[in-house]
């Protein structure tokens, strides 16, 4: 029996072409298991946690505040520098020991250019320890 000819008579020769309908069967049967099996690799738990109003942290002992306005203008500890005397203070806050830590406060409208060179200045003194100081985002009724 010779597939595809009606003649019987023609000299048998093998098919030459091959059939790809049984690989893409199973192809489409591991794609649906697939799909229905990668949810569960999943390994994450689902926690309902309770919420709490976090206390602010308490002010450690040996903390440097260095607040910078819309201007630029730096300030230590609330009272103004100048650019030429901020580099002195911050190599004698870096020999303390413990090293203070450094609370940067930044008015929003400050440009990252001074925020980014006082980083720079306290980390070229060897200071490690910097915090940015916000103010914690007001409570509206409905919200979380």
């Given at each position: 029996?010779?597939?595809?000819?009606?003649?019987?008579?023609?000299?048998?020769?093998?098919?030459?072409?091959?059939?790809?309908?049984?690989?893409?069967?199973?192809?489409?049967?591991?794609?649906?298991?697939?799909?229905?099996?990668?949810?569960?690799?999943?390994?994450?738990?689902?926690?309902?946690?309770?919420?709490?109003?976090?206390?602010?942290?308490?002010?450690?002992?040996?903390?440097?505040?260095?607040?910078?306005?819309?201007?630029?203008?730096?300030?230590?500890n609330?009272?103004?520098?100048?650019?030429?005397?901020?580099?002195?203070?911050?190599?004698?806050?870096?020999?303390?020991a413990?090293?203070?830590?450094?609370?940067?406060?930044?008015?929003?409208?400050?440009?990252?250019?001074?925020?980014?060179?006082?980083?720079?200045?306290a980390?070229?003194?060897?200071?490690?320890?910097?915090?940015?100081?916000t103010?914690?985002?007001?409570?509206?009724?409905?919200?979380?």
């Open positions: 029996m010779a597939f595809g000819a009606f003649n019987h008579h023609r000299q048998k020769e093998s098919m030459a072409d091959i059939n790809v309908t049984p690989m893409v069967d199973v192809m489409l049967v591991l794609l649906v298991i697939f799909i229905l099996s990668a949810p569960m690799f999943t390994h994450a738990v689902k926690l309902d946690l309770p919420k709490a109003q976090a206390a602010s942290a308490p002010q450690p002992a040996d903390a440097v505040r260095i607040s910078i306005d819309a201007e630029g203008t730096v300030y230590w609330d009272e103004a520098v100048q650019p030429a005397q901020l580099q002195p203070r911050l190599a004698t806050a870096a020999r303390r413990p090293q203070p830590e450094l609370q940067l406060r930044a008015d929003r409208a400050t440009r990252y250019e001074a925020v980014a060179q006082l980083m720079a200045a980390q070229e003194e060897g200071l490690t320890k910097l915090v940015f100081v103010d914690p985002k007001e409570k509206t009724k409905g919200t979380r």
